[in-house]
Nanobody, 123 residues
Framework: QVQLVESGGGLVQAGGSLRLSCAAS????????MVWFRQAPGKERAFVAN????????YYADYVKGRFPISRDNAKDTVYLKMNSLKPEDTAVYYC????????????????WGQGTQVTVSS
């Protein structure tokens, strides 16, 4: 079992930045692929970015590529999402998730989820 706890969300003006953190506990964090999804009101959960267990492989949704670098610190059992140049359309609840499998963009492929953290971007 893996427990995930997100933090770092909040209210920010368009063009601003936030850094989300996802702290893991329970199993060997470094062996897990980690991912960020987001869900806006009335919309389905959407892939944002993922990172391989060793941190060397990352993949991004087109709408965040170049703005939201994902990283991980296996010594701290934590994955990060640095959100730059935020736009109102980035407003959503952001979730981190984990699995032991290959990188995917499908929410159903991830076994463990955090509770989410709200990000609100004002115009």
């Amino acid at each position: 079992q893996v427990q995930l706890v997100e933090s770092g969300g909040g209210l920010v003006q368009a063009g601003g930045s936030l850094r989300l953190s996802c702290a893991a506990s329970g199993r060997t964090f470094r062996l897990y692929t980690m991912v960020w999804f987001r869900q806006a009101p009335g919309k389905e959960r959407a892939f944002v970015a993922n990172i391989g267990w060793y941190g060397g492989s990352t993949y991004y949704a087109d709408y965040v590529k170049g703005r939201f670098p994902i990283s991980r610190d296996n010594a701290k059992d934590t994955v990060y999402l640095k959100m730059n140049s935020l736009k109102p359309e980035d407003t959503a609840v952001y979730y981190c998730a984990a699995n032991r499998g290959a990188h995917t963009v499908v929410a159903g492929d991830y076994d463990y989820w955090g509770q989410g953290t709200q990000v609100t971007v004002s115009s």
